[in-house]
């Protein structure tokens, strides 16, 4: 995909992001389109940032989680009006496009799916009964471990 038509997909999301998270959260448009244009340039910059030459062979989602986590972090000069702005922003409001992207992403793979038949339901419920299984484990010990329960 071309640099300008992943920033505009990016944009784009961000406008459906910020009308869920106005719709389902009542958090008002704007805070949520300042939050959004804040994680839209965080994105952007960990895009930009996997087109160089040398860092081409690490994924894209390295570089932006790599950018996130500096720009949130106390070394960056307005990391906190950077925290205080994002906080607007609900999770789930976030999770609902790229699940979204993700089914659409699968949709166009049935026939590799048909070729591995009924095989992907053991190994579908194995990696979902682990994955909750292993999430519940750990919230459980971090919940115990700060006191909360």
Not at 6 to 13: D, G, K, N, R
Not at 29 to 34: G, K, P, T, V, Y
Not at 37 to 48: E, M, P
Not at 116 to 124: A, G, K, M, Q
Request: hydrophobic share 60%; aromatic share 10%; charged share 10%.
């Amino acid at each position: 995909m071309k640099i300008l038509e992943t920033i505009f997909v990016l944009i784009l999301v961000a406008i459906i992001m910020a009308s869920g998270n106005s719709v389902g959260y009542k958090i008002d448009i704007i805070s949520s389109l300042e939050a959004l244009a804040v994680l839209v340039v965080i994105s952007i910059v960990g895009f930009l940032l996997s087109k160089l030459p040398g860092l081409k062979k690490f994924p894209v989602i390295l570089w932006v989680s790599v950018v996130a986590a500096v720009a949130s972090s106390p070394i960056f000069p307005y990391h906190k009006e950077l925290v205080a702005i994002t906080d607007q922003v609900s999770l789930l409001a976030v999770c609902t496009p790229v699940l979204a992207y993700a089914g659409l992403a699968i949709g166009k793979d049935l026939a590799l799916f048909k070729n591995i038949s009924w095989r992907i339901i053991p190994v579908s419920l194995a990696v979902f009964s682990g994955t909750f299984i292993f999430a519940a484990l750990i919230a459980q010990v971090t919940l115990h471990w700060e006191g909360v329960i």
